[in-house]
């Protein structure tokens, strides 16, 4: 990618604001010469060492370097060029405007196994992508997936702040990640891996299919303890009529030990993913819709 010193405002239009993080702004920008829409995500610097506002340069330029390295693949989103200003440095990355698939499941409650299926699908297929370069992403959760356009099952990971190389061998120990998608390692501070990422993946899973957050607590402690000591269960409400493939494809991710934890390979190949679910034939398993009614 280029970093473009020509000023950024002089590329492109400002539109609207699409999202807003801790530290970031999304705002959809337009290119004044060739018309095309992007997704600009401004990240505000760090003024001071000591500053508990703004990102480091450090955490900016591996965000960047994550997203040179995993471009090219149709589930993660595309960079497309690198701005700074005197506040902020600004990422310039491929319009995902099918809204988030947060969105789409809240709006349904809970999706069948196979729309289920071929969102987790895509997701599993991004992530070996990630894994393949010896990236972990480190946030996987549906607020950082969305669909590419409205009303069509193509599916982009958007975010990767968090995302970090990760050298086989290498040990990288950080307290990151929502609460209610963290795997046990990272409650306890031990070593993050590839591993981590397929517990989000278990989590996305089961909340898609149920519309319930496994581990969630009243509170942050108690969804850590829920975590730690791997408390879940498939409530009948939600899970009565889940083949029990799924519920065998959730049951191999949520394994504490992250030796024994289903890796990306193991996921893509597993009954629920390579079967009809997986391959979005139209077997509409009315699970959750018979609650949505
Ligand atoms: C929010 C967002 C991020 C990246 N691309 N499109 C939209």
Known sequence: VHFDDTPFEDVF?????????????????????????YAAKFIKKRRYATSRRGVTRQNIEREVRVLQKIRGHSNVVELHAVYETASDVIIVLELVSG?????????KECLDEVE?????????????HLHSLHIVHLDIKPENVMLKQRGESHIKIIDFGLSREIEPGATVKDMVGTPEFVAPEVVNYEPLSPATDMWAVGVVTYILLSGGSPFLGDNRDETF????RVRYHFSDRYFKNTSK???????????????????????????WIRGPEGNAVDIRKASCITISH
């Open 245 to 271: 493939h799924a519920k065998d494809f959730i049951s191999r991710l949520f394994v504490r030990d992250v030796d024994q934890r289903a890796t990306v390979e193991e996921c893509l190949q597993h009954p």
């Open 99 to 107: 809204g988030e698939l947060f969105d789409h499941v809240c709006a």
């Open 225 to 228: 303890s829920n975590i730690t």
């Open 116 to 128: 289920a299926a071929a969102f987790i699908k895509q997701i599993l297929l991004a992530v070996r």
């Open 13 to 37: 239009d400002i539109e609207t604001e699409l999202g807003s993080g801790q530290f970031a702004v999304v705002r959809r920008v337009r290119d004044k010469k060739t018309g095309e829409r």
